[in-house]
Nanobody
Framework: QVQLVESGGGLVQAGGSLRLSCAAS????????MGWFRQAPGKEREFVAA????????DYADSVKGRFTISRDNAKPTGYLQMNSLKAEDTAVYYC???????????????WGQGALVTVSS
């Protein structure tokens, strides 16, 4: 089945940038939609961003619009989340996810990565 491996997490100062990568393996049929979610300490998991196969459809949480950019390279295949102007409130474990064409941009994902910790210091 599909496997997702994340990398790029770490510690960064507020105002800095970081890029997360999500290397995927498995059939493209199961990776029509790719998304990113995060879970901060003591909080529920929340949606961050998502993108469809051709990249023509994207969606972002209001809290990250204008700061984060989601993209994907279907040849590798790998998903990316570019995070700029990071804030302390962005501190969380970030998870990448993949789903079939039946999935919507915000739910219905079938596969999940192990998570990457992002810590933003103020």
């Amino acid at each position: 089945q599909v496997q997702l491996v994340e990398s790029g997490g770490g510690l960064v100062q507020a105002g800095g940038s970081l890029r997360l990568s999500c290397a995927a393996s498995g059939g493209f049929v199961s990776m029509y939609t790719m998304g990113w979610f995060r879970q901060a300490p003591g909080k529920e998991r929340e949606f961050v961003a998502a993108i469809t196969w051709r990249g023509g459809s994207t969606d972002y949480a209001d809290s990250v619009k204008g700061r984060f950019t989601i993209s994907r390279d279907n040849a590798k295949p790998t998903g990316y989340l570019q995070m700029n102007s990071l804030k302390a409130e962005d501190t969380a474990v970030y998870y990448c996810a993949a789903g079939s064409i039946r999935a919507t941009l915000r739910h219905g994902y079938d596969y999940w990565g192990q998570g990457a910790l992002v810590t933003v210091s103020s």
